[in-house]
T-cell receptor
Framework: GAVVSQHPSWVICKSGTSVKIECRSLDFQATTMFWYRQFPKQSLMLMATSNEGSKATYEQGVEKDKFLINHASLTLSTLTVTSAHPEDSSFYIC?????????????FGPGTRLTVL | GIQVEQSPPDLILQEGANSTLRCNFSDSVNNLQWFHQNPWGQLINLFYIPSGTKQNGRLSATTVATERYSLLYISSSQTTDSGVYFCAVDDKIIFGKGTRLHILP
């Protein structure tokens, strides 16, 4: 299957700082990537759809100025949590689909665990 | 939007037992996937199964699209099967709340 990586795997930051998380498709090009957030013992919630070369589409209730998404190339999408606060602490996961495959199977990165002090 | 319900929410079994996990969805879907989330959080693709039946070793899955449900079967459970199993549907990959499976040695 297709491989998706994320960096960093974990990060601890102080309240008020910004944190950038990278999502890369390693063996395919992805015009669309998805960003999810998962709180402990809960399901994954879709935050936004990242579109290469255009603005991201945010789900209802997700602040676009808080969670900046940049999909500048066909293999890289970044999520920046701006002015992070403790309530932003969560597990962030990205996914992508290989357009070279006929079926719409999504592959997920290993996730980034963010802790805001 | 589409609603995805998984059952049971929690399942505790002895090693060697068989189990069936269920996923109901509220509308027709083009895509359905089953995932296993390991203790480190990684989502592992188990099946891409919008319809029909597939098998992979001790795991198999069946989706009856016309009746809007999918089943994941795990036979001869091992402790390494422990974790959370998610069903997800649609192009945006809408997740159910998962089934937390704990296999006792």
């Amino acid at each position: 299957g297709a491989v998706v990586s994320q960096h960093p795997s974990w990060v601890i930051c102080k309240s008020g700082t910004s944190v950038k998380i990278e999502c890369r498709s390693l063996d395919f090009q992805a015009t669309t990537m998805f960003w999810y957030r998962q709180f402990p013992k809960q399901s994954l919630m879709l935050m936004a759809t990242s579109n290469e070369g255009s603005k991201a589409t945010y789900e209802q209730g997700v602040e676009k100025d808080k969670f900046l998404i940049n999909h500048a190339s066909l293999t890289l999408s970044t999520l920046t949590v701006t002015s992070a606060h403790p309530e932003d602490s969560s597990f962030y996961i990205c996914s992508a689909r290989d357009p070279g495959q006929a079926r719409n199977e999504q592959f997920f990165g290993p996730g980034t665990r963010l802790t805001v002090l | 939007g589409i609603q995805v319900e998984q059952s049971p929410p929690d399942l505790i079994l002895q090693e060697g037992a068989n189990s069936t996990l269920r996923c109901n969805f509220s509308d027709s879907v083009n895509n359905l996937q089953w995932f296993h989330q390991n203790p480190w959080g990684q989502l592992i693709n188990l099946f891409y199964i919008p319809s029909g039946t597939k098998q992979n070793g001790r795991l198999s899955a069946t989706t009856v699209a016309t009746e809007r449900y999918s089943l994941l079967y795990i036979s001869s459970s091992q402790t390494t099967d422990s974790g959370v199993y998610f069903c997800a549907v649609d192009d945006k990959i809408i997740f159910g709340k998962g089934t937390r499976l704990h296999i006792l040695p």
